[in-house]
């Protein structure tokens, strides 16, 4: 197996670190119903397979469209009753009730290991704040960006940013499940591992130097 153990790794966290799939298309649903009700129009709502398609990507690009075109300006209200959603399913779960089995101890033998980590998402602010508050995130993670810091247009801008602040490591590596995963690395030439176990699919993945189809898997390919 082709194993990585590299000084700096990147995750992104939805469908890496995190099983979104336990509540997000739940609270989706929420917010959309309570943003129908809200409006007074009826609104459709995805099948399951659709909102986990959504999962990893930035919400600015995947709720307009669950909306009647006439409402879509009107997205981050929905939004906003998304993750109102949200943070109530993610506190009921728990600490780490929203990490994949195997997480936990990944993190901690990473920097048992001497590892520094980072995280890079494209979620929102208000997300990336419930689960660090609710899962200690910063117990491993010296930085965490998400999609809605000053200065950030994409998944590649958080990347160059870790880089930019760790120029003393030496070598690097991404964990992503999405195509913008594996661009945010090829951009900085950072080889990048694919999380089967997650949202994407292979063709997301193409070039990437390993797949790990589950956390297990994973820790074997990082060289823990």
Known sequence: ??????????????????????????????????????????????????????LGYPSHQTYPPMLPE???????????LTLDAMERRIRAL????????????????????????????NCSERYQAVHREVHGLDRWFTHQWHAQAAGIGSKA??????????????????????LSDRNAAAAHRVPFVAA????????????AVAVADHVVQLRAILGV
């Open 157 to 178: 801008d958080m990347v160059a940013r870790i880089l930019a602040d760790t120029p003393a490591l030496r070598t690097s590596v991404m964990v992503g499940d999405r």
């Open 70 to 80: 006439s409402l879509r300006p009107r997205w981050p209200e929905m939004h906003t």
């Open 196 to 207: 089967a176990y997650g949202f994407g699919c292979a063709a997301e993945w193409d070039g």
């Open 1 to 54: 197996m082709y194993t990585l153990p590299a000084d700096l790794v990147i995750f992104d966290f939805d469908g890496v670190l995190c099983a979104a799939e336990r509540f997000t298309p739940d609270a989706i649903r929420d917010g959309l119903r309570a943003f129908a009700q809200r409006c007074g129009v009826p609104i459709d709502e995805p099948d399951e397979a659709a909102l986990l398609a959504t």
């Open 94 to 121: 728990g600490r780490w009730g929203c990490l994949y089995d195997g997480v936990p101890e990944l993190l901690d033998d990473l920097l048992a290991d001497g590892r520094t980590l980072a995280l890079a998402s």
